[in-house]
């Protein structure tokens, strides 16, 4: 019974999440990052070397907030680095070394690392 029930609540984040703008982006080091768009402020990044991204503890219980609705994301890719904005920012990243760079709307690097 706990499993089915465990099985409903992953589904249902699943499915929260699936509506969220999420984009993949390989690396060169085999590496795969995840970038959600969630807000005009926020991005939040995942990296693995496995397959996929499995849900984590913090998602599982609630913890952190996993039902953004935002939706003004956009990508564009070349080989070397793919950008992401959502309309007030960007997030630069290199493919290279999966380094990352947040620019704000009038084109200052607001962190870079």
Known sequence: ???FILSLITLLATALCAEAQIYD????????MQVQVCSPQIF??????????????ME???ILKTDWD???????QTSRKA?????????VINKE?????????????????
């Open 1 to 3: 019974m706990n499993r």
């Open 70 to 76: 935002f939706k003004d994301g956009s990508i564009s």
């Open 25 to 32: 982006i390989q690396l060169k080091n085999g590496s795969k």
């Open 97 to 113: 070394d999966g380094s990352l760079a947040m620019i704000s709307s009038d084109g200052k690097t607001i962190v870079e690392k």
């Open 60 to 62: 599982r219980y609630g």
């Open 83 to 91: 950008t992401i904005s959502n309309g007030r920012s960007k997030l």
């Open 44 to 57: 939040r990044v995942k990296i693995t070397t496995q397959d996929s991204f499995p849900e984590s503890l």
